[in-house]
Structure formats: C-alpha cells, structure tokens
C-alpha cells in the first residue's frame, strides 16, 4: 500500500509536469508553424512589391513613349511636308505639358527647343506667303533660304530626338 499512497502522493505534481512538458511541445510546434507562416508572407509581401514596382516602371514607359511619339510625328511631319499646321502645334502642346513631372530637364529644355524650331519654320513659311502676295520677291528669297535652313535643322532632329530620348525609354533603365 505504501507504493499506492507513493503515487498518489506524487500524482499530482507528476501530472503537472507531463502537462506542462505537453504544453510547452504544442506551443514550440505553433510557435515554429508561425514563423514558417510568417516567413512565407515576407516572400509575399516582396513579390508584391516587385509587381508593383514593375507596374509602375511600365506605366512611367508608356507615358515617356507617349511624349516621345508626339515630338517625333510632329518633327516627322514638319520635315515631310515642309509644313506645319497649328493643330500640330496645339497637339504637340497639350500632349508634351506633361514631360516635366516624367522627365528630367535635359528633356523639357529639348521639347522646349523643338517646339521653337518648329514654330520658327511655321513663320517662316508665313512670312513667305505673305511676302510673295506682295509681290516683295527679294525678301521672299531671303526668306525662302531661311526656311530651307530651319527645314534642314528640323531634318537633323530626326537622327538627334532619338538620342535624347533613349536613356529613358530604354526598358532596363526605368
């Protein structure tokens, strides 16, 4: 009997400690699954934010490219038809406005440029036209050799606009 009273008398704090020893193997084994759980959502988490990142850069191409495209069709159509017509003008404008939050200054000063060139071309051909109504025929020359110049000054941006815009419009740079 003293082995039955033995055990009885350690029953209790040997039931205790199985049941702690049971309760700390469950929290180990939650608290390991809790850091593989949380290790997976860091993996997540940083996919997530290279697809964000990856957006945005697209977005920012797109909209580069887009500027891009205007100031080339404008000087494209400048160049070939030795003409410009002001709703290029106003086209090149609005859809250029926004080059100075996309682009760094180098690009806005070159826009800016551009549009000058483009203009200037524009006046001159005006001033032409007027100059031959009135039959002023030595000024038309000058100015018929002025337009010629700022014609071939629009022909080298074509080789030049490319240039400009390439280190941001290449895909691995944004």
Known sequence: MEVLELAKAFAGPVATII??????????????????????????????????????????????YAVFEVARRSLLEAVQHDHVDPKQVIEFNIETADAVFLFNQDIV??????REKILRLKTLKTQEKAADEYGE???????VDLAADQHQALNDELAVIVQKFKPYLKLGNI
Do not use: C, M, P, W
Request: glycine share 6%; proline share 0%.
């Open 19 to 64: 049941a702690a020893i049971a309760a700390v193997s469950v929290t180990y084994h939650f608290g390991k699954q809790q850091v593989q759980i949380a290790e997976a959502q860091a993996v997540t988490a940083d996919g997530q934010k290279r697809i964000a990142a990856a957006r945005l850069n697209f977005d920012l191409y797109e909209k580069r």
């Open 109 to 114: 000063d070159y826009l800016a440029g551009l």
């Open 137 to 143: 025929e030595e000024r038309r020359q000058r100015l």
